[in-house]
Protein backbone atom coordinates (compact mmCIF):
# COMPACT_ATOMS: atom_id res chain seq x y z
CA UNK A 1 0.00 0.00 0.00
CA UNK A 2 1.60 3.46 -0.75
CA UNK A 3 1.39 5.90 2.07
CA UNK A 4 -1.75 7.21 2.71
CA UNK A 5 -1.99 11.38 2.88
CA UNK A 6 -5.85 13.19 4.41
CA UNK A 7 -6.69 16.16 2.27
CA UNK A 8 -7.33 18.79 5.37
CA UNK A 9 -10.68 20.00 3.26
CA UNK A 10 -12.21 16.96 4.15
CA UNK A 11 -12.39 18.48 7.50
CA UNK A 12 -12.21 22.34 7.18
CA UNK A 13 -15.14 22.97 9.66
CA UNK A 14 -13.14 21.51 12.33
CA UNK A 15 -9.57 23.00 11.98
CA UNK A 16 -11.90 26.08 12.07
CA UNK A 17 -13.41 25.43 15.03
CA UNK A 18 -10.32 23.46 16.62
CA UNK A 19 -7.61 23.63 14.67
CA UNK A 20 -5.23 21.40 17.16
CA UNK A 21 -7.57 18.77 18.79
CA UNK A 22 -8.42 18.38 14.80
CA UNK A 23 -5.09 17.85 14.19
CA UNK A 24 -4.61 15.36 16.74
CA UNK A 25 -8.11 13.27 16.17
CA UNK A 26 -6.54 12.48 12.57
CA UNK A 27 -3.25 11.68 13.54
CA UNK A 28 -5.94 9.53 16.11
CA UNK A 29 -7.44 7.63 13.40
CA UNK A 30 -3.97 6.96 11.97
CA UNK A 31 -3.33 9.53 9.68
CA UNK A 32 0.56 10.30 9.32
CA UNK A 33 0.49 12.51 6.61
CA UNK A 34 -1.81 14.93 5.21
CA UNK A 35 -2.25 17.70 2.17
CA UNK A 36 -3.31 21.08 3.27
CA UNK A 37 -6.07 23.38 1.76
CA UNK A 38 -5.32 26.36 2.98
CA UNK A 39 -4.14 27.97 6.47
CA UNK A 40 -6.58 28.31 8.89
CA UNK A 41 -5.20 32.04 9.73
CA UNK A 42 -2.04 30.12 11.14
CA UNK A 43 1.33 31.34 9.59
CA UNK A 44 3.91 28.79 8.23
CA UNK A 45 5.37 28.33 11.31
CA UNK A 46 2.31 28.15 13.39
CA UNK A 47 0.86 25.56 11.33
CA UNK A 48 4.36 23.40 11.54
CA UNK A 49 4.05 23.39 14.52
CA UNK A 50 0.41 22.52 14.61
CA UNK A 51 1.57 19.61 12.33
CA UNK A 52 4.57 18.28 14.67
CA UNK A 53 2.42 18.26 18.29
CA UNK A 54 0.07 15.94 16.55
CA UNK A 55 2.91 13.75 14.61
CA UNK A 56 1.80 14.72 11.34
CA UNK A 57 3.45 15.60 8.09
CA UNK A 58 2.59 17.85 5.44
CA UNK A 59 3.63 16.54 1.72
CA UNK A 60 1.40 18.60 -0.53
CA UNK A 61 -1.11 21.90 -0.48
CA UNK A 62 -3.79 23.19 -2.53
CA UNK A 63 -3.11 26.45 -3.22
CA UNK A 64 -5.58 28.63 -5.48
CA UNK A 65 -4.05 29.57 -9.29
CA UNK A 66 -5.11 33.38 -8.52
CA UNK A 67 -3.32 33.13 -4.79
CA UNK A 68 -0.02 32.49 -6.54
CA UNK A 69 -0.16 34.88 -8.90
CA UNK A 70 0.84 38.18 -7.13
CA UNK A 71 3.47 36.63 -5.43
CA UNK A 72 4.65 33.15 -6.30
CA UNK A 73 7.93 33.03 -4.50
CA UNK A 74 6.26 33.99 -0.71
CA UNK A 75 3.24 31.79 -1.59
CA UNK A 76 4.78 28.68 -2.48
CA UNK A 77 7.72 29.43 -0.12
CA UNK A 78 4.97 29.27 3.18
CA UNK A 79 4.11 25.79 2.36
CA UNK A 80 7.24 24.47 1.61
CA UNK A 81 8.13 25.54 4.91
CA UNK A 82 5.58 23.85 6.24
CA UNK A 83 7.24 20.66 4.33
CA UNK A 84 4.94 20.32 1.41
CA UNK A 85 7.05 19.08 -1.41
CA UNK A 86 4.06 18.73 -3.87
CA UNK A 87 1.83 22.19 -4.48
CA UNK A 88 -1.33 21.88 -6.39
CA UNK A 89 -3.24 23.92 -8.19
CA UNK A 90 -6.78 22.88 -7.39
CA UNK A 91 -9.61 24.28 -9.20
CA UNK A 92 -9.65 26.61 -12.07
CA UNK A 93 -12.31 29.39 -12.19
CA UNK A 94 -14.31 29.91 -15.33
CA UNK A 95 -12.83 32.78 -16.48
CA UNK A 96 -9.21 30.67 -16.54
CA UNK A 97 -10.70 27.46 -18.31
CA UNK A 98 -10.48 26.58 -21.62
CA UNK A 99 -13.48 27.80 -22.52
CA UNK A 100 -12.20 31.48 -22.02
CA UNK A 101 -10.10 33.35 -24.19
CA UNK A 102 -7.52 33.61 -21.39
CA UNK A 103 -6.93 30.14 -21.67
CA UNK A 104 -3.45 30.11 -23.83
CA UNK A 105 -2.37 32.34 -21.63
CA UNK A 106 -3.16 30.72 -18.22
CA UNK A 107 -1.39 27.65 -19.63
CA UNK A 108 1.74 30.65 -20.10
CA UNK A 109 1.26 31.21 -16.25
CA UNK A 110 1.24 28.05 -14.87
CA UNK A 111 4.38 26.70 -17.03
CA UNK A 112 5.86 29.77 -14.62
CA UNK A 113 4.83 28.78 -11.48
CA UNK A 114 5.69 25.23 -12.27
CA UNK A 115 9.75 26.53 -13.19
CA UNK A 116 9.38 29.05 -9.76
CA UNK A 117 8.24 25.76 -7.34
CA UNK A 118 11.09 23.90 -9.13
CA UNK A 119 13.50 26.12 -8.09
CA UNK A 120 12.16 26.41 -4.76
CA UNK A 121 12.56 22.74 -4.66
CA UNK A 122 8.86 21.51 -5.00
CA UNK A 123 6.99 20.45 -8.41
CA UNK A 124 3.69 21.67 -9.35
CA UNK A 125 0.88 19.17 -9.77
CA UNK A 126 -2.64 20.14 -11.55
CA UNK A 127 -5.50 18.44 -9.91
CA UNK A 128 -8.71 18.09 -12.18
CA UNK A 129 -12.01 17.88 -11.85
CA UNK A 130 -14.98 16.58 -14.63
CA UNK A 131 -14.72 20.14 -16.64
CA UNK A 132 -11.01 18.95 -18.24
CA UNK A 133 -13.03 16.21 -19.66
CA UNK A 134 -14.43 18.42 -22.36
CA UNK A 135 -12.55 18.80 -25.72
CA UNK A 136 -10.27 21.05 -26.36
CA UNK A 137 -8.51 21.30 -29.71
CA UNK A 138 -9.28 17.59 -30.91
CA UNK A 139 -8.25 16.43 -27.73
CA UNK A 140 -9.47 16.44 -23.38
CA UNK A 141 -8.52 19.80 -22.07
CA UNK A 142 -6.53 18.07 -19.13
CA UNK A 143 -4.23 16.39 -22.09
CA UNK A 144 -4.03 19.58 -23.75
CA UNK A 145 -2.64 20.76 -20.53
CA UNK A 146 -0.07 18.40 -19.81
CA UNK A 147 0.96 18.24 -23.66
CA UNK A 148 1.26 22.38 -23.53
CA UNK A 149 3.57 21.84 -20.30
CA UNK A 150 6.48 19.60 -19.42
CA UNK A 151 6.53 17.11 -17.45
CA UNK A 152 9.88 19.05 -15.33
CA UNK A 153 7.35 22.23 -15.16
CA UNK A 154 3.86 19.96 -14.37
CA UNK A 155 3.00 16.79 -13.36
CA UNK A 156 -0.66 14.86 -12.20
CA UNK A 157 -2.59 14.82 -9.07
CA UNK A 158 -5.34 12.60 -11.06
CA UNK A 159 -8.71 12.99 -9.01
CA UNK A 160 -10.38 9.21 -9.88
CA UNK A 161 -14.00 10.46 -8.84
CA UNK A 162 -13.84 13.08 -11.11
CA UNK A 163 -11.87 11.58 -13.96
CA UNK A 164 -15.10 8.69 -13.81
CA UNK A 165 -17.61 10.98 -13.78
CA UNK A 166 -15.90 12.80 -17.41
CA UNK A 167 -16.05 9.57 -18.66
CA UNK A 168 -12.64 8.00 -18.56
CA UNK A 169 -11.56 4.74 -16.66
CA UNK A 170 -9.64 6.32 -13.64
CA UNK A 171 -7.37 3.64 -13.50
CA UNK A 172 -6.38 3.76 -17.28
CA UNK A 173 -5.77 7.61 -17.59
CA UNK A 174 -3.45 7.26 -14.13
CA UNK A 175 -1.61 4.51 -16.04
CA UNK A 176 -1.64 7.31 -19.02
CA UNK A 177 0.63 9.58 -17.29
CA UNK A 178 2.97 6.94 -15.77
CA UNK A 179 6.07 8.56 -14.16
CA UNK A 180 4.11 11.61 -14.01
CA UNK A 181 1.38 11.14 -11.32
CA UNK A 182 3.18 11.47 -8.04
CA UNK A 183 0.41 11.53 -6.28
CA UNK A 184 -3.37 10.29 -6.83
CA UNK A 185 -6.10 11.30 -5.55
CA UNK A 186 -8.47 8.42 -4.25
CA UNK A 187 -12.65 9.43 -4.27
CA UNK A 188 -14.90 7.31 -4.13
CA UNK A 189 -19.01 8.57 -4.74
CA UNK A 190 -22.31 7.11 -5.05
CA UNK A 191 -24.23 8.05 -8.31
CA UNK A 192 -27.11 5.70 -9.68
CA UNK A 193 -26.50 3.85 -12.44
CA UNK A 194 -26.89 5.23 -15.86
CA UNK A 195 -27.26 8.63 -14.99
CA UNK A 196 -25.22 10.96 -16.49
CA UNK A 197 -26.46 14.53 -15.73
CA UNK A 198 -25.26 17.48 -17.84
CA UNK A 199 -24.20 19.61 -14.58
CA UNK A 200 -22.92 17.09 -12.67
CA UNK A 201 -21.82 20.03 -10.21
CA UNK A 202 -25.85 20.51 -9.45
CA UNK A 203 -25.83 16.73 -7.90
CA UNK A 204 -22.92 17.74 -5.20
CA UNK A 205 -26.01 20.20 -3.61
CA UNK A 206 -28.21 17.11 -3.33
CA UNK A 207 -25.62 15.49 -1.33
CA UNK A 208 -26.64 17.35 1.63
CA UNK A 209 -30.09 16.48 1.28
CA UNK A 210 -30.33 13.06 -0.28
CA UNK A 211 -30.71 9.67 1.72
CA UNK A 212 -28.30 7.15 0.62
CA UNK A 213 -28.89 5.34 -2.58
CA UNK A 214 -31.91 8.19 -2.99
CA UNK A 215 -33.39 8.40 -7.09
CA UNK A 216 -31.19 10.82 -8.67
CA UNK A 217 -28.83 11.78 -5.90
CA UNK A 218 -25.22 11.80 -5.62
CA UNK A 219 -22.86 11.00 -2.46
CA UNK A 220 -19.37 11.06 -2.06
CA UNK A 221 -18.78 8.38 0.08
CA UNK A 222 -15.74 7.19 2.44
CA UNK A 223 -13.22 5.30 0.40
CA UNK A 224 -14.51 1.70 -0.79
CA UNK A 225 -17.79 3.19 0.01
CA UNK A 226 -18.88 3.93 -3.39
CA UNK A 227 -18.85 2.63 -6.97
CA UNK A 228 -15.47 2.98 -7.70
CA UNK A 229 -13.29 -0.25 -7.81
CA UNK A 230 -10.13 0.97 -5.51
CA UNK A 231 -8.22 -2.25 -5.65
CA UNK A 232 -7.25 -1.54 -9.34
CA UNK A 233 -6.84 2.22 -9.23
CA UNK A 234 -4.05 1.64 -6.19
CA UNK A 235 -2.95 -1.03 -8.61
CA UNK A 236 -2.48 1.40 -11.83
CA UNK A 237 -1.26 4.15 -9.38
CA UNK A 238 1.30 1.86 -8.36
CA UNK A 239 2.05 0.53 -11.59
CA UNK A 240 2.40 4.10 -12.59
CA UNK A 241 5.11 5.26 -10.22
CA UNK A 242 2.98 6.78 -7.82
CA UNK A 243 4.42 7.76 -4.53
CA UNK A 244 1.42 8.37 -2.68
CA UNK A 245 -2.12 8.73 -2.49
CA UNK A 246 -4.57 11.00 -0.82
CA UNK A 247 -8.26 10.12 0.60
CA UNK A 248 -10.42 13.18 -0.22
CA UNK A 249 -14.17 13.43 0.46
CA UNK A 250 -15.56 16.65 -0.22
CA UNK A 251 -18.87 16.53 1.87
CA UNK A 252 -19.15 13.88 4.46
CA UNK A 253 -21.91 10.78 3.82
CA UNK A 254 -25.08 11.92 4.73
CA UNK A 255 -25.36 10.61 8.43
CA UNK A 256 -21.72 10.26 9.11
CA UNK A 257 -19.54 13.33 10.53
CA UNK A 258 -15.87 13.69 8.18
CA UNK A 259 -14.08 12.75 11.12
CA UNK A 260 -15.75 9.29 10.67
CA UNK A 261 -15.80 9.23 7.22
CA UNK A 262 -11.87 9.67 7.46
CA UNK A 263 -12.12 6.80 9.71
CA UNK A 264 -13.66 4.54 7.10
CA UNK A 265 -11.80 5.01 4.81
CA UNK A 266 -8.45 4.32 6.30
CA UNK A 267 -9.84 1.18 7.68
CA UNK A 268 -10.73 0.11 4.95
CA UNK A 269 -7.31 0.80 2.80
CA UNK A 270 -5.34 -0.63 5.67
CA UNK A 271 -7.68 -3.55 5.25
CA UNK A 272 -6.86 -4.42 1.91
CA UNK A 273 -2.62 -4.26 2.86
Not at 50 to 62: E, P, Y
Not at 73 to 99: A, F, H, Q, W
Not at 191 to 197: D, F, I, M
Request: proline share 6%; with cysteine; glycine share 10%.
Amino acid sequence: MLPIMLQLYNVRDELALDFGETLQKIADLGYRYVELAGLYGKSPGEFKAGLLKAGLTAISAHVPYRDMLGDPEKVMGGYIEIGCRYIVIPYLNEEDRSTSPNYEGVKKEIAKLGEIAKKLGAILLYHNHEFEFQQYRGKYVLDDLYDSIPADLLQTEIDTCWANIGGVNPGEYIRKYRNRSPVVHLKDFYLPEGLTPENKYKLIDQTRRAAPGAKGGFEFRAVGYGIQDIPSILKAAGEAGASWVVVEQDLPTPGKTPLECARDSIEYLKGLS
